[in-house]
């Protein structure tokens, strides 16, 4: 069993969790991520890890409620324990001979990129940050950013705070301007990764995207993690983000494809949500 | 007395019944069956079926025990040598093993040896509630890396000697394949948990949600005071055919199926995994693993399911009595077929129909077996022209594993065949001092029996090394 050390709502929708798992603090990096079990009979699910802190021998989460399990997991308190929490898994983000990097973070996205963001920072790295929202109301980490960035952007999409429109906007601004990065890092929905890749290819600066595919075991047993990249010559490469990523290059990876594997369960998960909130209900 | 020609049949579900249900297959033998099949032993002089058997069980002297009564003394003989009797006698292949050894089966069927054995483990978990006492300790500790039948195997031996060992297992529960992959119709899980429990009697610590290679590395196992590591990590990563639409929705590799089924329970109700159940399921491959599969899918709901598998029945890897019991429940095998292409619903008109992308077919073609190849299996040839449809919604790839790497990139100076398989000298040990292998990481998939057959060899192999030095 894993205590929850300390826990606190970020919006109405993204809560934080530092969980005591003093081995996963241990070892952790930018990039990596856990599994988590809530209960016995739980769902296994991949969370990125958000944050450690050896001493102490926590591990951040943030998560988006989103499902029966990101459900149930929030309804757990402060000094309560959670099943099962293993990792670190997957491999760290590569940050090697990156001196200047654009981290672009999407929603709940932005929790993975925080990280990312401040291990660049931490390397000396110059660090521009674009994240962008659906609207005010779900703005999270703000400060962590505008601390560990050269520069930060906040976007929404409604306009009700910072700059209206989406990330890729002040992206292609600042790359038609003339400037240059050693690396885009972008973390968030598929379709704004998808997004940020076709906007810098004309600029033709590297781009690496965070995968987060369904998942059971994180150790590549299960293969359902699967994800294809196409090659410059055409020829189609199976990969397993959880042993492989979950960092890929960009402009190799099939979109469409990891959006519509990502949406297998959507019925299954729908009821599961439906019939969770009808027993909390009910309790 | 007359020799009885036959082994006394295994009471099993009906198959219509059993087809629709996760409950166990075979019941089991009654006390007075059990004592009519020993019986049949001749009590030969050479013992044949010892040597059949990959952890050498003294199976002359249980089944006399069985014959004379003295159940818990056949369990305690069976005990002496293996770890896992009730799941033993459940799973292992024993046609090829120690039955097929049996000199009464040279006129006859051989003696039940493995229904026998089921016998002895249950009349002892259901009757005996003394739990074995742990030994003294030596003082001496060794690290387990995985919690599947070699692993189980080598703890057990080596704490019957009076170690003190620690399993680490990287899922929630301990078992490994026996917990993941082979489901409750056939091996139920609340065996694997009491075989797990009596080693825990035994003084074996059990750490789960470790991963070895990520969590912590073989080499911070020696810095913590570890003297020997045995590997058994399993054969992790599935194989797929490379062929086009292995990306659609509803297309699993065997793992994933089974593991949300069986590990994660998803055959329940109350369960939150989703699995993709009802309708038409082609299973690729001809192993117990596909039949595994073949046999959850139906028992999920499927109104039809397929096995389709390149060369003939004769071929078959699977199990004997798996193949009939699949035959039974009504599983249909699409046998000298290999599959080209699996096919996905588009809707050209709305790229947001939320059927887009699922599994509506598989596209194969007829095979014939042809010359034999180098290793004297005939090769299937594809027949011109043969190329059909099988509507399908659900895919199960069960075509094998390759051993999971993240060990070997994590532990400096341990060598890896060709296929990724760990490299081990006839005693398990591996090209690293003080580090063992065996089983599936070793051999890549292959049975529980031979992967516990290396747990014990190394097992043997770390005592020496450890009382040597």
């Not at chain 1, 010559?233 to 402009?251: H, I, L, M, Q, S």
């Not at chain 2, 059990?34 to 199976?59: D, F, T, W, Y």
């Not at chain 2, 040896?113 to 002892?124: N, Q």
């Not at chain 2, 948990?193 to 949600?209: H, I, P, Q, R, Y």
Request: with cysteine.
């Amino acid at each position: 069993m894993y205590k929850i050390v300390r826990k606190k709502s970020l919006n109405p929708t993204v809560t934080q969790m530092e969980i005591e798992a003093p081995l996963v603090a241990a070892k952790a990096k930018p990039g990596q991520f856990i599994i988590l079990r809530v209960d016995e009979d739980g769902e296994r699910i991949p969370l990125t890890v958000a944050g450690v802190n050896p001493e102490d021998g926590t591990v951040k989460i943030i998560f988006q409620i989103v499902g029966a399990t990101t459900e149930k997991l929030n309804h757990k308190e402060q000094g309560e324990f959670i099943q099962d929490f293993a990792g670190p898994l997957g491999k760290a983000t590569e940050t090697e001979g990156i001196r200047k990097v654009c981290i672009v973070g999407g929603g709940v996205g932005c929790a993975i990129a925080m990280p990312v963001a401040q291990e660049f920072h931490r390397l000396g790295a110059e660090v521009t940050s674009i994240i962008g929202f659906r609207s005010k109301d779900l703005l999270i980490l703000e400060e962590e950013f505008s601390e560990c960035s050269d520069r930060l952007v906040v976007m929404t999409d409604d306009g009700s705070y910072g700059r209206h429109g989406n990330v890729t906007v002040p992206l292609k601004e600042m790359l038609d301007a003339g400037e240059t990065f050693d690396m885009i890092i972008t973390i968030g929905p598929l379709i704004m990764m998808k997004f940020v890749t076709l906007a810098a290819k004309p600029y033709g600066v590297p781009v690496t995207v965070s995968m987060n595919p369904i998942m059971i075991d994180g150790t590549g047993m299960c293969g359902g993690c699967r994800i294809t990249l196409v090659k410059e010559d055409g020829t189609r490469e199976t990969k397993f983000a959880c042993v492989d990523g979950p960092d890929f290059n960009g402009y190799e990876i099939d979109f469409d494809e990891a959006m519509s594997r990502g949406r297998m369960y959507t019925g299954f998960e729908r009821r599961a949500h439906e019939a969770t909130c009808n027993l909390f209900g009910k309790a | 007395m007359p020799i009885i020609p036959k082994k006394h049949e295994m009471p099993t579900q009906a198959p219509e019944v059993r087809a629709r249900n996760f409950d166990e297959v075979a019941l089991g033998y009654t006390a007075e069956i059990a004592v009519e099949e020993a019986q049949r032993c001749l009590n030969c002089k050479n013992r044949p079926c010892v040597s059949g058997c990959p952890v050498n069980v003294n199976i002359p002297d249980f089944i006399a025990q069985i014959a004379k009564g003295d159940f818990e003394g056949a369990y305690q003989t069976i005990q002496q040598t293996s770890s896992l009797p009730a799941v033993c006698g459940r799973v292992c292949p024993q046609e090829t093993q120690c039955e097929s050894k049996c000199t009464l089966g040279v006129k006859f069927e051989p003696v039940g040896i493995g229904r026998l054995e089921r016998f002895v483990a249950d009349w002892h978990n259901a009757n005996i509630t003394e739990v074995p006492q742990k030994p003294e300790s030596n003082g001496h500790r060794v690290a387990i890396v995985g919690s599947g039948p070699s692993g189980l195997t080598c703890a057990g031996d080596l704490a019957k000697k009076g170690y003190e060992v620690t399993v680490y297992e990287a899922l929630h529960t301990a078992g490994g394949v026996l917990v993941y992959g082979i489901p409750e119709f056939r091996l139920p899980k609340t065996i694997v948990a009491k075989e797990v429990d009596s080693l825990k009697a035994l003084g074996v610590t059990f750490e789960t949600n470790v991963i070895i290679g990520k969590t912590l590395t073989i080499d911070e196992l020696f810095e913590m005071g570890y003297e020997a590591v045995f590997v058994g990590s399993g054969a992790g990563l599935p194989n797929f055919m490379n062929i086009p639409g292995e990306s659609f929705k509803g297309v699993y590799s065997a793992n994933e199926f089974l593991t949300r089924s069986n590990l994660m329970k998803a055959y329940r109700d109350d369960s939150d995994t989703p699995i993709m159940k009802g309708g038409y399921v082609a299973v690729v491959g001809g192993g117990n693993v596909a039949m595994d599969a073949a046999r959850t899918a139906l028992r999920l709901g499927a109104e039809q399911v397929y096995i389709v598998y390149r060369r003939s029945l004769e071929e078959l890897p699977a199990r004997r009595e798996e193949v009939e019991h699949a035959e039974e429940e009504g599983i249909e095998f699409e046998l000298l077929c290999a599959p080209t292409e699996i096919l996905g619903f588009n809707n050209p008109e709305d790229p947001r129909d939320p059927r887009n992308g699922f599994v509506t077919g598989m596209r194969c073609v007829r095979m014939e077996l042809g010359e034999p190849d180098a290793g004297g299996r005939r090769r299937p040839v594809e027949i011109p022209g043969s190329e059909f449809e099988l509507h399908v919604d659900t895919v199960v790839m069960a075509i094998g594993t390759s051993p999971n790497p993240l060990i070997k990139s994590t532990t400096e100076g341990l060598e890896v065949n060709r296929k990724g398989g760990i490299i081990v000298n006839e005693d398990g040990l591996t090209s690293r001092e003080g580090v063992y292998a065996g089983g599936d990481a070793v051999t890549g998939a292959a049975t529980v029996i031979s992967a516990m057959g290396a747990g014990k060899t190394a097992a043997a192999a770390i005592d020496k090394a450890i009382m040597g030095k």
